[in-house]
């Protein structure tokens, strides 16, 4: 089992930046890929960005790149979300999802809110 804890969301204006960050705990040498997906209001969940825990390699939703930085902290294990110039339309849960072996999203944090007002 992999344990994933999020923090730093919140509600800010337009244009701000807030850095979001994942704990994970456990069995965390079984993670292939840890990522951050959100699911606003009415909506799907949707991919965010990922890193591979393996060679720290990252992929973006084509939307988040270049607003959006995905990173880990040189020790331990937490990942972070950074993400700047956010808008209305980032308002969303965003959870952390860790990817196993098999290349499955199989563990999720409880999510942290994130909201902009315009």
């Known amino acids: 089992q992999v344990q994933l804890i999020e923090s730093g969301g919140g509600l800010v204006q337009a244009g701000d930046s807030l850095r979001l960050s994942c704990a994970a705990s456990?069995?965390?040498?079984?993670?292939?890929?840890l990522g951050w997906f959100r699911q606003a209001p009415g909506k799907e969940r949707e991919f965010v960005a990922e890193i591979i825990w393996s060679d720290v390699s990252t992929n973006y939703s084509r939307s988040e790149k270049g607003r959006f930085t995905i990173s880990r902290a040189n020790a331990g294990n937490t990942v972070y979300l950074q993400m700047n110039i956010l808008k209305p339309e980032d308002t969303a849960d965003y959870y952390c999802?860790?990817?196993?072996?098999?290349?499955?999203?199989?563990?999720w944090g409880q999510g942290t809110q994130v909201t902009v007002s315009s």
């Open positions: 456990g069995r965390t040498f079984s993670m292939y890929a």
């Open positions: 999802a860790a990817q196993d072996l098999t290349m499955q999203w199989k563990y």
